[in-house]
């Protein structure tokens, strides 16, 4: 077990619908990033939280966002689903805001399929 | 930005053998350079990773090594076991503005018995 908590584990839900996927870090990590991977795809970044803000950014599209609240865990919105949108999409959290001082370390990601 | 290109895609080897798995980086500023290992349906889990001022590093049947001029770094695994079996993605931190870590497009281990 890795520390890092995500729910819900399976998510089901209808194109032009809306869904929030939870994080909670491990304990004493101030950092947590989501990562989408689409069916049999590598890891795709969408964006970085350390300690409550914004550190970095990917390819994340407009649809999504994302926040980080002052206990640390984290959401990642997603609206407007398409089906392209269905992914596992994984949280990781680090110690720190640099992977390289903290290694990443990934919760068990929620399956969206969108249907 | 930085992008990480890993070959091959699939690699099969027969149990005992050793896997070889390479990956080139294009910032040449990257410093930090993990491999995970994720099991079917599971979550991706670090086995090991290497910084910028090593050149080797070694954990009992795995090791990585870094060619920070060629910007190409290797995992290795000795004497393969079915259960290592998996895709592997190797990863790297750009030393810009972001701390992202950037991931390879993985490949998949398969050992036979």
């Known amino acids: 077990d890795s520390g890092v908590t995500q729910t819900p584990k399976h998510l089901i839900t209808a194109t032009g619908q809306r869904v929030t996927l939870r994080c909670s870090p491990r304990?004493?990590?101030?950092?947590v990033y989501w990562y989408q991977q689409s069916l049999d795809q590598g890891l795709q970044f969408l964006i970085q939280y350390y300690n409550g803000e914004e550190r970095a950014k990917g390819n994340i599209l407009e649809r999504f966002s994302a926040q980080q609240f002052p206990d640390l865990h984290s959401e990642l919105n997603l609206s407007s689903l398409e089906l392209g949108d269905s992914a596992l999409y994984f949280c990781?959290?680090?110690?720190?805001?640099?992977?390289?001082?903290?290694?990443?370390?990934f919760g068990n990601g929620t399956r969206l399929t969108v249907t | 930005g930085e992008n990480v290109e890993q070959h091959p895609s699939t690699l099969s080897v027969q149990e005992g053998d050793s896997a070889v798995i390479k990956c080139t980086y294009s910032?040449?500023?990257?410093?930090?350079f993990p491999w995970y290992k994720q099991e079917l349906g599971k979550r991706p889990q670090l086995i090991i990773d290497?910084?910028?001022?090593?050149g080797e590093k070694k954990d009992q049947r795995i090791a990585v090594t870094l060619n920070k001029t060629a910007k190409h770094f290797s995992l290795h695994i000795t004497e393969t076991q079915p259960e290592d079996s998996a895709v592997y993605f190797c990863a790297a931190t750009p030393m810009d503005s972001s701390y992202k870590l950037i991931f390879g497009s993985g490949t998949r281990l398969l050992v036979r018995p």
């Open positions: 910032d040449s500023a990257s410093n930090y």
């Open positions: 990781a959290s680090s110690a720190y805001g640099n992977s390289y001082n903290s290694p990443l370390h």
């Open positions: 290497i910084r910028s001022n090593v």
């Open positions: 304990s004493g990590d101030l950092s």
